[in-house]
């Protein structure tokens, strides 16, 4: 059974791009062996308001058991519950390079846009917590959307560096990216990625957004003048978005082959905006449900830490003992 890790940021609604790219495939392949992380640590590179970090945390990990991950299966746990990441965070920092860290697009981005205000040091080394997540469960697959293969390529090299430093301490993992639906672009402006923390809100599709709001926002996807459905998502991005979301969501591989059922852009957005309704469906009903109840999850998510630790703090031992700290 291969060991799987993958984590999200509570940073925000999550959308139906987290959901086609990542969440749906950790529930699909859910084993004893994987492991799901709602990594609170991660959302603090940007100063967020408390309360809403707080409340967003307990509401991503309610939406996962909404998805279908099952904590019978699956371990379900909150980043900052297991002190191990930011442990081991300390030893990759000491491992990657100051070059490799600024040159990752996220960190370029995103302090792009906090020019002239505040970037802090945690969104240069977030990429190292990000290792941490990963090496500390000896995760060999990581089912990630496409915007993460640059983190999974640093956090391959640096624990290849790690190993050739102080002898094999680190499995090297590998990024799971799925065929369709690694990358679903924002409806109102299809060249950049769904995001949840984009200022965006036509533009993407939450999901837990009622059914008149998805068709409302996916009948007025931005697509282009020429009229004719194809599949191309450098000259026709916005078409070919909906091409992608229709086929994730009717379990369609290749999105090219629905095009030639559409004549117009009208029935392409009324079928695709229909699927996606009846796609989310069964989760909106389930995390409604879980909402009466909301011991339950912080359960599952305290028996999720305890789980979670038993394997990380073996793996961190053995990366302290490596390097050279004297045990405690
Ligand atoms: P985050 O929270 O931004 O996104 C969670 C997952 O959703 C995928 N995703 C998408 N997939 C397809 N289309 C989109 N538009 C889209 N938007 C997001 C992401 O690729 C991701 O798989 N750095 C990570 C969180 C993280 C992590 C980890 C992931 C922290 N530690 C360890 C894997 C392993 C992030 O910010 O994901």
Request: charged content about 20%.
């Amino acid at each position: 059974m291969v060991r799987v890790l993958s984590c999200l940021q509570p940073t925000g609604e999550i959308q139906l791009g987290n959901y086609l790219g990542a969440i749906r495939r950790w529930v699909q392949d859910q084993t004893p062996q994987s492991f799901h992380g709602v990594v609170d640590l991660h959302a603090l590179t940007i100063p967020r308001d408390p309360a809403v970090l707080r409340a967003k945390t307990l509401e991503t990990a309610q939406l996962l058991l909404a998805a279908g991950l099952d904590p019978n299966y699956t371990t379900i746990f909150v980043q900052s519950h297991v002190p191990e990441h930011p442990q081991m965070a300390w030893l990759l920092e000491c491992t990657a390079s100051l070059g490799e860290l600024e040159r990752m697009t996220q960190f370029k981005d995103k302090s792009a846009k906090t020019e002239g205000s505040f970037t802090s040091a945690g969104l240069l080394t977030y990429p190292t917590l990000m290792a941490a997540d990963i090496l500390l469960y000896d995760a060999e697959l990581v089912p990630v959307g496409d915007d993460q293969r640059q983190h999974l390529e640093l956090t391959r090299d640096v624990a290849q560096r790690f190993n050739s430093r102080y002898g094999t301490t680190f499995v090297i993992p590998r990024a799971g990216i799925a065929k369709v639906g690694a990358r679903i672009m924002d409806l109102q402006e299809p060249t950049n990625k769904m995001s949840k923390s984009a200022d965006s809100p036509q533009g993407t599709v939450k999901v837990l957004d009622e059914p008149k709001d998805i068709e409302r926002k996916i009948k007025r996807a931005v697509t282009d003048t020429d009229g004719e459905v194809r599949f191309d998502p450098v000259t026709k991005p916005g078409v070919s978005n909906l091409l992608s979301i229709l086929a994730a969501t009717t379990g369609v591989a290749d999105p090219a082959s629905l095009a030639h059922n559409y004549q117009q852009y009208g029935p392409l957005k009324a079928d695709t905006a229909a699927a996606v309704i009846e796609f989310l469906a069964p989760l909106q009903k389930r995390y409604h449900e879980l909402s009466d109840d909301p011991g339950h999850v912080t359960q599952v998510l305290a028996a999720g830490a305890a789980k979670a630790r038993t394997v990380a703090s073996v793996v961190l031992a053995r990366a302290k003992l490596n390097v050279g700290l004297l045990p405690g």
